[in-house]
T-cell receptor
Framework: GENVEQHPSTLSVQEGDSAVIKCTYS??????FPWYKQELGKGPQLIID?????GEKKDQRIAVTLNKTAKHFSLHITETQPEDSAVYFC????????????FGKGTHLIIQP | DAGVTQSPTHLIKTRGQHVTLRCSPI?????VSWYQQVLGQGPQFIFQ???????GRGNFPDRFSARQFPNYSSELNVNALLLGDSALYLC????????????FGSGTRLTIV
């Protein structure tokens, strides 16, 4: 089955700086890669996703890059704000979808004022 | 529009008991998935149902079962509860089996004592 590794487990950045979270996956058949933000007491919220036929996707301050050859993908957040503080999860899904999403262990992003 | 709703929000059970968790998907979503999230970890896939049929199953024992009703709502049942079943149980809905992002509910916090 799929295995997703996520780094770092904790990331502290100054407000206004950029944050980068990296993930690797093991199953070359995976073709869908969403990123979720989870705040305390809430369920994960989709913030951006990318499919295997695309190398990069941007949505305002958030961008995701995908390198299928190396089997890794990254989340980039620019101009970080206090409300960006949360736990971020990457995930991967194989094309058939029968195994659901496989999540990384999460990154606790802390924005220092 | 209402998001994914789960009930109850919190539950305390004793070892050996059984539990039923409920989920109502977003209107129009026909796929429901269940995930278990242990504290400090990413969600782990349990089941996916689409059009009332099981479409995927994760690596969980037979004590875990689920079903989907004609109105697309779903129940997750867990028998013979163990201390290790203590977790946040998340329900997610999507339009399709694959190719559409999952929207998560806020979860049911299950504590086994």
């Amino acid at each position: 089955g799929e295995n997703v590794e996520q780094h770092p487990s904790t990331l502290s950045v100054q407000e206004g700086d950029s944050a980068v979270i990296k993930c690797t996956y093991s199953d070359s058949a995976s073709n869908y890669f969403p990123w979720y933000k989870q705040e305390l007491g809430k369920g994960p919220q989709l913030i951006i996703d990318i499919r295997s036929n695309v190398g990069e996707k941007k949505d305002q301050r958030i961008a995701v890059t995908l390198n299928k050859t190396a089997k890794h993908f990254s989340l980039h957040i620019t101009e970080t704000q206090p409300e960006d503080s949360a736990v971020y999860f990457c995930a991967a899904q194989e094309g058939g979808g029968a195994d659901g999403l496989t999540f990384g262990k999460g990154t606790h992003l802390i924005i220092q004022p | 529009d209402a998001g994914v709703t789960q009930s109850p929000t919190h539950l305390i059970k004793t070892r050996g008991q059984h539990v039923t968790l409920r989920c109502s998907p977003i209107s129009g979503h026909k796929s429901v998935s269940w995930y278990q999230q242990v504290l400090g970890q990413g969600p782990q896939f349990i089941f996916q149902y689409y059009e009332k049929e099981e479409r995927g199953r994760g690596n969980f024992p037979d004590r875990f079962s689920a079903r989907q009703f004609p109105n697309y709502s779903s129940e997750l049942n867990v028998n013979a509860l163990l201390l290790g079943d203590s977790a946040l149980y998340l329900c997610a809905s999507s339009l399709y089996v694959v190719g559409a992002p999952d929207t998560f509910g806020s979860g049911t916090r299950l504590t086994i004592v």
